[in-house]
């Protein structure tokens, strides 16, 4: 992972990247609308007094540049300048827009992508947060991130940075913090971005294992298919039963001494979903090595609160199995029995994953009585449909719980919109031979999802929240800190909920 150092006075730097922020116009309205500026009145951006003391004329010329280039001063954007046999030798300007942590983390990015250095120092401004920090190198950490598995060599690219700072010391919380969710994030898209030929439910459930071992503290276990069947946990073992590699039941625990607070933490594990009998077609087929994102991002994050030592206890269930075609697949019209005893007439093979999840809330809510209960998925389709690919959908019947969530997720720069419960749709789910039909094929196929969920919550009802967020898990292209591929959704969402509650 990219090195970042926090250092009050570096020298000798060959590439400096400057901060430039906007600057609001100031002469009288001409008929603008809102947010308008005009050229002849005054520069698009500024630089910002910098900790770092810098010779006048470096200045003078990053301050020249700013009109010639219009640089506006806006997050992300940049401008860099080649300065031949002078120091530094590359002069990156970068916009920070409101230079709030969202600003720096889009900054932060765009630096990585931008630098073709292998190192470049940043000259914060004089008046810096560690909120600037933490978005700063979230940005940095995350948009530098790489999965290949070609044996070709890449070219080389940014290995350190040096922001510098007033006082060092200061920031290094912040730096931390953002170490370690950008290394959760990073671990838990790795996960997702490993093919599935080698990710089967044993596979992943060792790498958990693997990295339990790294953080004092932590205990893990495993059900496997045998413990499952004894145990009843029919929703696991129906979807599991397709393919060559039985399904698992991870259980991550995180207790540490004087948690007032259990929060369990439930995450959707399907290693590939060919659709089962209800077999998908072959382009919804090839990017499903990401169905188990949901999993990856409660691990993850308590993997990271553990690291944080977050005063709060958590138990990550994460119920993984592959759901395949084969004589022995589950089939349209098969009645299930969940964990606790409910039952599911599966009217559709593709609709698998709530299915695990069901047994998995169940068991949380009989077993292990837990304060608060969040669920976290690549459910539905319908989600993309609906909200497009920026945002998850979060259903609760809390509004506190609700909003805590959505607030932090929109802090760590994860948008979720809350989607509605509405009791009418409940009809929907009733089945003629079980207690409840899988997946209605009424439309609204998010919503009577998270009201299938609900039915598993019990008394945790009013305690409890379905994220379904199967487009934000994926991403086409790289936008800020999200690079192509798997984005780690969920974990810096939950990394900073969890925080705030310890």
């Known amino acids: 992972m990219l090195t970042i150092r926090l250092i009050a006075d570096p020298t000798g730097f060959d590439a400096l990247a400057l901060p430039v922020r906007p600057v609001e116009a100031t002469a009288p309205d001409r008929g603008r609308s809102t947010g308008e500026t005009d050229r002849d009145e005054g520069p698009l951006a500024e630089l910002p007094p910098t900790a770092l003391a810098l010779p006048e004329d470096l200045l003078a010329e990053a301050t020249a540049l700013l009109p010639l280039v219009e640089q506006t001063g806006s997050a992300g954007t940049t401008h860099l300048s080649v300065r031949a046999l002078r120091q530094p030798s590359r002069l990156l300007l970068v916009g920070v827009g409101a230079a709030d942590e969202a600003g720096w983390r889009a900054a932060g990015a765009a630096i990585a992508r931008t630098t073709r250095e292998t190192s470049i120092t940043i000259a914060m401004p004089a008046d810096v947060t560690p909120e600037a920090v933490r978005g700063l190198a979230e940005g940095l950490w995350l948009a530098s991130y790489r999965f ?3 044996q070709a060599t890449e070219p080389a690219g940014l290995t350190e940075v040096l922001v510098a700072v007033a006082d060092p010391a200061a920031h290094e919380p912040a730096l931390e913090l953002a170490r370690v969710t950008a290394r959760t994030t990073r671990f838990a898209r790795d996960l997702i971005n490993t093919p599935s030929s080698t990710k089967s439910p044993q596979w992943l459930a060792d790498q958990i294992v693997a990295a339990a071992a790294e953080h004092p503290g932590l205990t893990v276990s495993i059900r496997e298919p045998e413990q499952l069947a004894a145990e009843g946990f029919g929703g696991i073992l129906a979807v599991g039963n397709g393919s060559a590699t039985g399904p698992r039941l991870v259980e991550l625990s995180w207790h540490p001494a004087g948690a007032s607070t259990h929060v369990v933490l439930v995450g959707k594990g399907i290693t590939f979903d060919t659709g089962g009998i209800s077999i998908k077609p072959r382009e919804a087929m090839k990017l499903m090595r990401k169905d188990m994102a949901g999993a990856a991002a409660i691990v993850a994050a308590t993997l990271g609160a553990a690291e944080l030592r977050l005063p709060v206890r958590i138990t990550a269930l994460a119920p993984l199995a592959e759901n395949m075609v084969s004589g022995s697949a589950f089939r349209p019209g098969d009645v299930i029995r969940h964990y606790g005893g409910l039952t599911s007439e599966t009217t559709n093979s593709d ?7 069901a047994d998995a809330l169940a068991y ?3 077993r292990l009585a837990p304060d608060l209960l969040i669920d976290i998925a690549t459910l539905t389709g319908a ?3 609906a909200l497009g690919k920026r945002h998850a959908a979060l259903y609760s019947e809390n509004d506190e ?9 929109r802090t ?6 809350r989607m509605p419960l509405t009791n009418d749709y409940v009809e929907y789910l009733g089945s003629d031979i079980a207690d409840l039909y899988s997946a209605p094929a009424s439309g609204a196929g998010s919503v009577t999802a998270a009201l299938y969920l609900r039915e598993f919550t019990g008394p945790l009802r009013d305690r409890w929240v379905h994220v379904d967020m199967s487009a934000p898990s994926w991403a086409e292209g790289n936008d800020g800190p999200v690079v192509k591929g798997a984005t780690g959704y ?3 969402t939950l990394l900073r909920w969890l925080g705030d509650l310890g």
């Open 148 to 150: 290949r598995l070609a």
């Open 401 to 409: 719980l609700a909003e805590a969530l959505i607030g932090a997720g």
């Open 351 to 357: 609709a698998e994953g709530r299915l695990v999840l």
């Open 383 to 385: 989600n993309a449909v």
């Open 412 to 417: 760590a720069g994860e948008l979720a919109w």
């Open 364 to 366: 949380a809510v009989e």
């Open 490 to 492: 969920g974990v810096r």
